[in-house]
DNA sequence: CTAAGTGCAAAGCATTTGCAGGCTT
DNA sequence: AAGCCTGCAAATGCTTTGCACTTAG
């Protein structure tokens, strides 16, 4: 319950980035939401314990620690950024229809790691597995609707 | 050369929306690029033979056509939408810093379907692997600049 | 004929940027 | 003390929406 701190700490400053309250507060909140959080629902939490936070500060922090590879921007087919912390190998559900991520494991994908063959021109770094579908909420429709919250 | 025309058409049909001018042409741009256009690369370059075409139409057919599956909306860690027409299955390459997506046929990959085990209340529809990393033009930044085109 | 599709202009959000302080190192 | 970080406000850029007209079926 103390040791994310220290390791994060001691990210920030191997990185070559300050440690700021700001930053462990968003670190934090990123690393304890499995539900691979948008910057907005990253500051509309954090803004109730953390008064005068600015939003703009949540997408620097966002983006600094992604810069650094501390955390991860997950791709996906919705307009809106989405973030994690998790350094597991694990895999995604996307449901095209409301955007929401939800983890899986899945064995056959498991342990399948950075292809080593010869990419053209490109520094592979790691690789994103994602199972595009319907979730629950949005069986029914072709896509379009936002019948989920995504969350 | 003629025969994606007549495919098209059949497929509308088969989805229940009508063939219009617009969305043939739409659906033959998106087919003929293989760099996974954007939804305005798309009407800048057919605005210049079909003049009068909106920017809105292009956003309104791409989305009905993925709606029905005739095309693809490829995920991707951007914040903009890139589109794709190629129903093969193939992997994309994306550049974490421009956006950039390439095509690449990974073996490892090739023969990977859908999971057929039990998902969690979700309707699995296609598999997305995408190796993240950074293209040639952007190697030597952590991310964040612009020096690609992405195109 | 009629409902789906289109164009235009304006609105809507997510994200970024400029600038003046504030706080880590 | 020096410069990275933050906050605020305004700007940007992609995408969507309202409305009236056009056109495929």
Chains 1, 2 share one sequence.
Not at 17 to 29: K, M, P, S
Not at 37 to 57: E, I, K, N, Q
Not at 82 to 97: G, I, N, S, W
Request: charged content about 25%.
């Amino acid at each position: 319950m103390r040791g994310w701190c220290r390791d994060f700490q001691r990210s920030c400053r191997a990185a070559g980035i300050r440690v700021t309250a700001q930053r462990l507060a968003v670190y934090e909140a990123l690393a304890a939401d499995g539900a691979h959080p948008t910057a907005d629902a990253l500051y509309t939490r954090l803004a109730r314990v953390m008064p005068g936070l600015s939003r703009t500060t949540v997408y620097r922090v966002l983006d600094s620690l992604e810069r650094r590879g501390l955390i991860r921007r997950v791709s996906s087919t919705a307009g809106v950024a989405r973030f994690d912390a998790r350094p597991e190998a694990h895999q995604h559900l996307v449901c095209r229809v409301c955007g929401a991520i939800v983890d899986v494991s899945l064995p056959t994908f498991r342990r399948l790691g950075v292809p080593r063959g010869p990419l053209p021109r490109f520094v592979a770094e790691h690789v994103e597995v994602q199972v595009v579908g319907r979730c629950a909420a949005c069986h029914g429709q072709d896509a379009g609707g936002d019948p989920g919250t995504g969350t």
